[in-house]
């Protein structure tokens, strides 16, 4: 009888202990919405160069998890994106999503119709190494548009 116990406890905690350390390896869109606030104040704080600088630089409070700032500048290149520094530089033009829809174009006229907004597409999770939905929440600030983006499995 023991060992049909322990066997259960056993058997139920392989299931249970990954699926719970996947979702708190997660980023929340709720936690998305909290760093771009964060990010667009210390933007507002320490001014573009030391903001952008802060923001690429993969540490915390601007990279936690599969969340991190990314950022598009006034010449439209990204110049910021803590998930995936390679992209600093590029012409927003470049980003596709997994489907090949460009994501540029919809994240300019997110932050810009209303200051601030949402766009959904699907991305590679650097987390995970999986194309993922996304979630972004873009805000105008300063000469650059910031977002911070969620994703969902």
Not at 25 to 45: D, S
Request: net charge positive; hydrophobic share 40%; proline share 7%.
């Amino acid at each position: 009888m023991k060992r049909i116990v322990f066997f259960h406890f056993f058997f139920l905690s392989a299931i249970l202990i990954p699926l719970s350390l996947s979702a708190q390896e997660r980023g929340t869109p709720e936690e998305a919405k909290t760093m771009l606030q964060k990010a667009v104040a210390h933007y507002k704080a320490v001014g573009r160069v030391r903001a952008i600088a802060d923001f690429n630089a993969k540490k915390a409070p601007f990279f936690d998890r599969d969340l991190y700032v990314f950022c598009i500048g006034p010449n439209l290149k990204i110049s910021a994106n803590g998930g995936f520094p390679s992209y600093v530089g590029r012409p927003v033009d470049d980003l596709k999503d997994a489907e090949g829809n460009p994501i540029g174009k919809p994240l300019l006229d997110a932050a810009t119709s209303a200051a601030e907004g949402s766009v959904q597409y699907r991305w590679l999770n650097p987390a995970t190494q999986k194309v993922e939905s996304k979630i972004s929440f873009v805000q105008k600030v300063g000469d650059d548009i910031c977002s911070v983006g969620a994703y969902k499995p």
